[in-house]
């Protein structure tokens, strides 16, 4: 194992730490925007940095098909072709796999599917997808796992999650260890408990660096995927960083947190903000509405927001005039914003004071926006 | 008067100095960035500013019909609206009424058309662009001006200007005079050597404090431009700034520096840089050439651009992906160029080495680019 994860405090199953890597220190609970394509959409990557994030996510699937994994490696590498300095995660790809891409056969052996950029034919296998990650340059390599469909019967799911079980095998053995790079698996299991028990058993039998929860915020819903969460965690090594793939939104991430889960990401701040949905203190906001044409007032006063020297009235503006400035300002503030709230709760969760601060964040969230002018 | 413009320096018919504005120093010869709607296109205003703008220019036309002037003044103002501190010189609204408006009248009292947003129908007076102009609370404000049609006849263009100089010194009466705002008359009169003169004549008898010269960069072609600017700028005020209105590529303003002009706008490099064209000191360079593919060259080493540090590789990867971040580094670029242009003019033109310097613009430039890898 070539990470090294630090457990400074806890609070109930929640816990801040650091993730120490060959790129720098994660500081954990973790939110890690989405760079899809080698980019956080309509953000420069100082930008990125500057909202607080230590690491963000690469899609294995979007970059083995352009630019191509050979390519980032003969120009240096994710972390140089980006110029990000921080650690990368990067997916399988197995996700994006059953999601985007076109005719899909899936084996014991890999899966071949079909490009959804131009229709091209391609293979990936666990030992693929560890050597694309390799190329790539991943700080953290995430095992190919096939993602379970949603709902699943249990037998579908047994045998989704026993197939993946014996690619994460596949994916450790290919897997090339270097100091301060790790390998993480995923667990799954859909929503069946002993399923989830045994992935997770499993898991910790190979053994890896992180164990992230997959096939959970695929429509099951928050209370589902809490309760899911509730006995999936605990079945994971508790000395190891937990990832839950793919959440969420704030109270997603406030309540894995309280179960035990210290890093996540999501599209939503990204994917959100493009579309003048904002993320603040006082829950969702939506930019477009006429009710914010004539305000002057900051979007969120209570947050360090580095768009708060914006009114309300001029990202109003151009959202309506579909200037690029309003998907570039309000990504901007919904990462940071992200970042705001991580940063909280690993305060929270160091000095004692989480169960009052998550009271807290979610009174704010359900008191809504302020009154307009 | 309310303006102050001082001359450091000439070569021939070049000068470089300082306009003097409420808003700050204006270094000439300068060029304007275009932030049409409240924005320059995929930059943040600190970044525009990092560029080493002096000043931008905002469009009366696209602003009168959203957010509207009225709501700009009652949000404090353009600069305060859009956060730009700086000098904004905002154009008459009269180019954009010929060019994107739909049904247009015009009579001696006013431009009557319908916005290409909604179909709603405006009035434009001499005296409603000066209110308009004033309530965004323009530094340097234009007169209301008929852009006339090109080409046209000896008569039409003659009609067309007279009406304009009438048009001139109704925007004068109504300008409301503050120390450190300025207002800039327009000559017009086609490619028509007596036109221009009288047109020039008749706005330095009214009195201004900069002429800009309108009209051109309609289609007419370099060498017509600068036949045109040959006989109008002498007939211009030399102690008063000159300004070449939507003008150009590198090598046009340079040209017309020669002739004497102080001050440009384009948006040429916005929205070039948003469709991968990039100006260096090379010449033009397309992104999207395949050539760049694999290429691990910054764009213009040549150049202190701040997109250096990134290769062509990765921003040809951008534009193929249609990612946000490939216009907004393009457009930072070719904003960066255009500023180091315009500074390296100033330089030369204050340190006596202009005409040798003009020549190895346009050698490197007609160089081109540099070979394949």
């Given at each position: 194992m070539t990470l090294s994860f630090t457990i400074h405090a806890t609070a109930g199953n929640a816990r801040t730490g650091i993730l120490a890597t060959q790129h720098g220190d994660i500081r954990t609970p973790a939110f890690m925007p989405v760079g899809?394509?080698?980019?956080?959409?309509?953000?420069h990557p100082e930008a990125v940095a500057a909202t607080g994030a230590d690491i963000l996510l690469g899609n294995t699937y979007h970059l083995m098909l352009r630019p191509t994994a050979e390519r980032v490696a003969r120009l240096g590498g994710l972390h140089q072709f980006m110029n990000w300095q921080k650690p990368i995660l990067t997916d399988s790809g197995g996700f994006q796999v059953m999601s985007l891409a076109g005719l899909r056969k899936i084996t014991e052996q890999a899966v071949t599917f079909q490009s959804h950029i131009d229709g091209s034919t391609h293979v990936l296998s666990p030992e693929r997808s560890m050597e694309i990650q390799h190329l790539l340059g991943s700080t953290i390599t995430m095992v190919l796992d096939e993602c379970t469909p949603?709902?699943?019967t249990e037998d579908v799911a047994r045998a989704s999650m026993e197939m993946s079980m014996r690619w994460a095998a596949r994916s450790k053995d290919a897997f090339v260890k270097r100091p301060g790079y790790g390998l993480f698996g995923i667990v799954q299991g859909s929503v069946y408990e002993p399923l989830r028990l045994r992935s997770a058993q499993a898991l910790s039998e190979i053994g890896f660096d992180g164990y992230a929860i997959g096939?959970?915020?695929?429509?099951?819903?928050q209370a589902e995927m809490f309760r899911v969460l509730d006995f999936t965690v605990p079945a994971t090594p508790a000395e190891k960083p937990r990832y839950l793939m793919g959440v969420g939104k704030p109270a997603d991430i406030l309540g894995a947190v309280e179960r035990g889960v210290d890093m996540f990401d999501c599209v939503i701040p990204t994917r959100s903000g493009r579309n003048a949905r904002a993320y603040t203190s006082m829950g969702e906001i939506n930019?477009?509405?006429?009710?914010?044409?004539?305000?002057?007032?900051?979007?969120?006063?209570a947050t360090n927001s580095p768009?708060?020297?914006?009114s309300r009235a001029y990202l109003h503006h151009l959202f309506k005039a579909d200037e690029m400035l309003g998907p570039m300002l309000l990504t901007q503030h919904n990462l940071h914003y992200y970042q705001e709230l991580m940063a909280g709760i690993r305060a929270a969760i160091a000095n004692g004071t989480f169960a009052a601060h998550a009271d807290s964040l979610r009174n704010g969230w359900k008191q809504g926006d302020f009154a307009p002018l």
């Open positions: 899809t394509a080698a980019t956080v959409k309509a953000m949603f709902p699943a096939g959970l915020a695929v429509g099951e819903g930019l477009r509405n006429a009710r914010h044409a004539d305000d002057p007032r900051p979007l969120d006063a768009i708060n020297r914006y």
